[in-house]
């Protein structure tokens, strides 16, 4: 998963005039971005991207706000006040907070390993693949997220964890040779943990439910299921129950497609045996 870019369609939300309010409020203040985060002790991105409405202000952090900038529940209000199906922002550069909070997540990748279950080797990797080159800085520094994004596979309670890969991703000749059997040795182990479960896609398959593209599907702590997908310059996050459902029912058919978590160590098993 790739940090989300906005679509260039853009769709004025409860959030866009949340976060117009909370700037209003902020340089009535007389505060800066900078100076607001410091006294919420949170980071400057946080309140940029709750002012630009890429970000829901959740109900807590509202209260926070309203004693600090004197609002009298104003933004508290505003909040408890959202729309039941705006209650996610559409468009989420922040997908990790939902994901590291996730009761459940289930994750299809038909280009690369997901990122949860990458080596470090593998991710940077990936990530000089990619075009325009990124400065190297800029790799590093994305390198860096994508490993703190598996401290989801340490958190307590355990999250439910479920990943669909194709057959083809794992015999990738891409890379230094050694990398992918070093990858593969780390799903291996990975498919060991109790609360994980590792599925590969055939690359003999007469049928395919999802030829058009990864997804990946959660629960959230209160129950919600969301669904985020992205392509090419665009990643959206779906919270609508019909869109959600349609990706559900897919996903449900791709594991009834897959190897069986049995049969799909024994074909890591095998792909070791390879290298």
């Not at 952090?61 to 104003?74: C, H, I, N, S």
């Not at 943990?193 to 439910?209: E, N, R, W, Y």
Request: hydrophobic share 40%; with cysteine.
């Amino acid at each position: 998963m790739q940090k989300a870019q906005r679509t260039s369609k853009k769709r004025i939300t409860s959030w866009h005039l949340i976060g117009a309010q909370v700037a209003t409020f902020r340089r009535a203040a007389g505060l800066t971005q900078a100076a607001l985060a410091d006294q919420c002790r949170v980071s400057d991105d946080t309140i940029a991207s709750i002012e630009q409405g890429r970000r829901a202000l959740q109900l807590d952090f509202a209260m926070v706000l309203d004693q600090l900038l004197d609002t009298k529940t104003a933004l508290q209000v505003a909040v408890s006040k959202v729309p039941q199906k705006e209650r996610f922002p559409a468009f989420v550069q922040d997908f990790v907070d939902y994901e590291q909070n996730a009761l459940s997540l289930m994750s299809y990748q038909n280009q690369v390993v997901p990122g949860l279950l990458q080596t470090e080797e593998y991710a940077r990797f990936v990530l000089s693949c990619q075009y325009p080159p990124l400065e190297e800085h800029e790799q590093e520094d994305q390198v860096a997220a994508r490993m703190a994004r598996q401290r989801l596979l340490a958190r307590k309670p355990r999250p439910m964890l479920h990943f669909i890969i194709e057959e083809s991703v794992l015999r990738s000749e891409m890379g230094e040779p050694g990398m992918m059997r070093r990858q593969i040795e780390r799903l291996r182990e990975c498919a060991e943990l109790p609360f994980v479960s590792i599925q590969i896609m055939p690359s003999d398959l007469p049928k395919h439910a999802a030829l058009d593209g990864p997804m990946v599907l959660l629960e959230t702590p209160d129950h919600d299921y969301l669904a985020y997908v992205e392509g090419q310059l665009v990643s959206f996050l779906h919270d609508d129950p019909d869109d959600v459902s349609v990706l559900q029912q897919k996903y449900g058919m791709l594991r009834s497609q897959a190897l069986t978590p049995e049969e799909s160590i024994r074909l890591l098993e095998h792909l070791l045996g390879e290298r």
